[in-house]
């Protein structure tokens, strides 16, 4: 995947076993890639959004989260962070359509990322409704990733819960 203004900054195939048709591999590709940093420089955050498959731009109705360790690596969900807290490698996957409507935390996964200013990477994601991600992204650092953890702080702790190999306690919402 090139940098170039023509090429997608996010490009993932989402298989969902329990689907048919249509819905069960999809296709989603946008510009949208958002890499952000904690003050204290140990956390990051990856935000990939998504309109409707075969569309580049409209209302985001795929939101994929992760939060991670700062800097180039391969890290696998549930890998420890040198963090007070001791957060763990988590994230999820938000549907805003669709049968499989709502937040799925990821289960397992490895996710590949490199670069200083652009971030460049991989993932290959297995979430807890048994959907699997791969794909290839390219995030620009912005102050979109911090919005966007405020409006989702539940979501962030049930998926951190889940990733550590325990049951989340509540259902978040999708907004």
């Given amino acids: 995947m090139a940098a170039g203004r023509s090429k997608h900054r996010a490009s993932v195939e ?13 296709q989603l590709s946008s510009d949208w890639a958002h ?4 003050t204290d420089g140990a956390v990051a955050s990856l935000l990939l959004e998504w309109p409707l ?29 040198a963090t007070p807290s001791e957060d763990v490698v988590s994230g999820f996957l938000i549907q805003r359509t669709g049968r499989l409507k709502g937040v799925t935390h990821f289960v397992m996964g490895t996710i590949n990322i490199r670069g200083k200013s652009l971030r460049r990477g991989s993932v290959e994601l297995k979430c807890a409704d048994r959907t699997e ?4 992204f390219i995030a620009k ?9 405020h409006d989702h702080q539940l979501d962030i702790a049930n998926a951190m819960t889940t990733a550590r190999g325990q049951t989340a306690s509540q259902h978040a919402t999708t907004d």
């Fill in 14 to 26: 989402l298989y969902q076993p329990t689907e048919t048709g249509s819905q069960q591999v999809v």
């Fill in 35 to 38: 890499y952000g940093q904690a």
């Fill in 53 to 81: 498959p075969g569309s580049r731009y409209g209302a985001k109705q795929y939101l994929l989260y992760l939060h991670l360790p700062e800097g180039s690596g391969v890290f696998e969900v549930g890998d420890p962070i």
């Fill in 133 to 136: 991600i791969r794909g290839k």
């Fill in 141 to 149: 650092p912005g102050s979109r990733t911090t919005f966007f953890q």
